[in-house]
Every structure is written in structure tokens, then in C-alpha cells.
């Protein structure tokens, strides 16, 4: 049986409820939503061989980058392949996605989600999911083109309009258009303030061009609508720190870390990263952080093994060191080294250079990373986030 979702969509499903909980689902996750796990269910159990539910399940396995959850993914994608004779092409190539995204090809995963975007431009999630894919590569071109190719089919009608939006103001903001960005990103928010990601990319604006008074201002005065998101809000909490840090509150930058960034339960990727990063700004200024990384290091112990993003795992390598872990720290920039790609040609002399900073061993560390600082771009993270690298390699070179 087909229905069509509110894009207009072929969706195949044996329950007619369905398509209509996998849109709830889709706008939960444009949103950032805490719900987005819980509404993802509701929709396998409404229809257990809805090949887009479970493909839709492992997108999101791969998107939390946890190897816990990658081990699953063979499991997610035979119950999507079971259906899928009777499948749709849009929804074939979905699987098709997923499939070379699970080998570990997220650049063949892109370029079939831009194949579904040539057919179906109102295709949200194939959208949102190059966003993502080109953002972990580093290519903020790509990021941008992608969306203002299919730009001219969406309008203020079509669902999801507002986040499009929001995601066109990051991409303009990554590749440097801070005044369109900015312009994109307001609009967004005044359509939908219910847009995390639409609010990071005002935020990541003002970040840029240090008008910290006016990000915390924009941050606070939006916090009832980001902090209701997942643990993404906790990036924003983060953006909020580093201006507070840029000013040299650094009592303030502490609380907001003990009060709003840590999660003791958390071991989300970029959870963590926010830890990592924040500590490591604020020791470069001198401050004491204590046992702070005890906590950390005891999450990424157990994430050694995962090679799943480059950028994350450099954060690790530093908390290991951080930690006293450094022969662990040096067992996985090793074991990076080794993996080849990305993680053999950037993430390991990162963190190799991560390593000998902690080490006081500041010449390898500055000739580490200026042997790669034109390349670091390419393990992904924004530009407020890379700063960190730059940081640090100021410091060696001081």
C-alpha cells in the first residue's frame, strides 16, 4: 500500500497511520527534538515493515557516530531490505544511502541523497542528511550548493520551510557570508523559533565577529526554545561559554560547564567534544580545572576502538592525556595512524600534536600541526570549533 506524506512523497506502508508518524518523526528531528527516539517507535509499532522506519533508524544510529550502535546497523538494514522490493525508487535509494553509509562511505552516501534531491527537492531528510555529511567533510561549498539547488521549490508553504532556512544560514556562515548568514538565520527563527540549529548559526555568526554581548544576549533571550532540544542544546550552552570566555569571564565560563555543559550520564560524541574543547580553552588561559577531566576520560575510555569520525576522536585523544592516560592516548593516535583516510592523514598528527602539548613538548607540537593546518578543515567540525587546533598551536609556537 502507498500513501503520500506532507511533502507530496510516495511512502509505503501496511498502516495508514503511519506516514503520518514518520512526518512527526522527520519534523521532530529537523528540530532537534527530545521526543524524536520515542516517535521513531511509535512508528515501527504501528508498522514493523515500513522500510523507511527502519531506514530512518539507522540514519540515526549513524548519525549518534557510537560504536555501540554501529554494530547494530546489519540488523537495522536487513529489516529495511526485507521490504524492499515494493519500495519506491526514492526510498530504495534511501536504503541505498544508509547501505554506504554503514561501510563507512558517507561521500557515496551524499552523492545519493543529492540523486533523490534531483527528483524529490522537498525530500527534508535527504537534505538534512547531505548537510550533515558535508559538514564531517569539511566541504561548506558543498553544503551550501546543496541546498540552493532545490531552494526554488520550497516556500513558506511547504513544512519544514523555516528549518531549510536555518540550515542555509549555516552553510552561508561557514563559507564566510556572515551578513546573508545572519539575515537567513533571523528569518528562520522569526518563521520558527523552535529551530535549535537556526539559533547555533546566529550564534556561530556573532561568534565570528566577536560581538560576544549581542551572542550571549541572542542565546539567552532564545533559551526556552534551544534548551527544550536534545543534547544538542548543550552546544549551545557551550557557544554561550565561549563568549563568556572570550571576555574573560572565566568564572562564568566554569559555572556554565558545571551548571549546563557536563552530563554525567551523557557520552554523546559531541557532548563530549564540547568538554574537551572547553576545557582545553580554558587551561590555555591559565585555569585550574581540577578533576573535571576524570569524568571525561572515563567516558572515552571506552571509545578507543571506534573510527567512526576523526574530529571526535582527536577530542578523545586529548581527554586521555588530560586524564594521565597517555599511554592510551598514544595506543590510539597509533591505532588512527594505522586506519588510513582522514583519520591516518589529519586525526592522527593532531592528536599526536595533542599529545605532545600535554607533554610541555611544544616544538612537536607546533611542527604537528602546522604540517597539517592546511588540512584540518578536511576532518569537519565548524570553524568556531577548529579554533581550538588554532589555539593551541599558538600557544607551542609562543
Known amino acids: 500500500m502507498r500513501t503520500t506524506n506532507q511533502w507530496g512523497q510516495d511512502v509505503t506502508t501496511t498502516k495508514p497511520g503511519a506516514a503520518a508518524a514518520l512526518d512527526e518523526t522527520l519534523m521532530s528531528y529537523l528540530a532537534i527534538g527530545r521526543e524524536t527516539g520515542d516517535l521513531l517507535k511509535s512508528v515501527l509499532n504501528t508498522d514493523p515493515d515500513m522500510v523507511m522506519g527502519h531506514c530512518l533508524k539507522g540514519y540515526f544510529f549513524c548519525l549518534m557516530a557510537s560504536g555501540s550502535l554501529w554494530t547494530r546497523l546489519p540488523k537495522v538494514l536487513a529489516a529495511a531490505n526485507q521490504g524492499l522490493a515494493a519500495a519506491t525508487p526514492r526510498e530504495q535509494a534511501h536504503v541505498q544511502a544508509l547501505t554506504h553509509w554503514a561501510d563507512g562511505d558517507q561521500g557515496a552516501a551524499a552523492r545519493v541523497w543529492e540523486e533523490i534531491l534531483s527528483s524529490h527537492p522537498l525530500d527534508v531528510l535527504a537534505l538534512r542528511l547531505a548537510h550533515h555529511a558535508y559538514f564531517y567533510r569539511g566541504a561548506a561549498g558543498d553544503m551550501l550548493a546543496s541546498i540552493e539547488r532545490v531552494l526554488g521549490a520550497w516556500d513558506e508553504h511547504c513544512p519544514g520551510y523555516g528549518f531549510v532556512l536555518g540550515m542555509r544560514s549555516f552553510a552561508l556562515e561557514e563559507t564566510g557570508e556572515y551578513s546573508e548568514a545572519e539575515k ?17 548559526a546566529v550564534a556561530h555568526v556573532m561568534e565570528m565577529q566577536d560581538r560576544h554581548i549581542e551572542g550571549i544576549d541572542w542565546i539567552t533571550g532564545l533559551q526556552p526554545h534551544w534548551n527544550a532540544a536534545n543534547n544538542f542544546r548543550y552546544h549551545l550552552w557551550w557557544h554561550r561559554a565561549l563568549m563568556h570566555l572570550d571576555r574573560e ?21 559531541l557532548d563530549l567534544c564540547n568538554d574537551v574543547s572547553l576545557l582545553l580553552r580554558l587551561e590555555l588561559l591559565g585555569v585550574d580545572v581540577g578533576e573535571r577531566w576524570q569524568g571525561i576520560t572515563e567516558k572515552v575510555a571506552g571509545r578507543t576502538g571506534e573510527r567512526i569520525l576523526a574530529f571526535a576522536d582527536c577530542h578523545f585523544v586529548a581527554a586521555l592525556a588530560a586524564g594521565g592516560q597517555m599511554q592510551a592516548a598514544y595506543d590510539m593516535a597509533g591505532a588512527m595512524a594505522a586506519a588510513g583516510g582522514i583519520f591516518a592523514s589529519v586525526g592522527a598528527p593532531v592528536s599526536n600534536a595533542l599529545i605532545a602539548h600535554r607533554k610541555a613538548d611544544y616544538a612537536s607540537a607546533a611542527r604537528l600541526l602546522g604540517e597539517v593546518r592546511g588540512t584540518i578543515i578536511t576532518m569537519g567540525g565548524s570553524h568556531a570549533q577548529r579554533e581550538l587546533f588554532e589555539l593551541i598551536l599558538k600557544d607551542a609556537e609562543g
Not at 184 to 200: K, T
Not at 249 to 266: G, K, M, Q
Open 184 to 200: 537567513i538565520g533571523r528569518a528562520a527563527v522569526d518563521l520558527n523559533a523552535d529551530d535549535p540549529w537556526a539559533i547555533h
Open 249 to 269: 569571564e572565566l568564572d562564568e565560563t566554569l559555572r556554565l560547564y558545571d551548571e549546563n555543559i557536563w552530563d554525567a550520564e551523557s557520552d554523546e560524541y
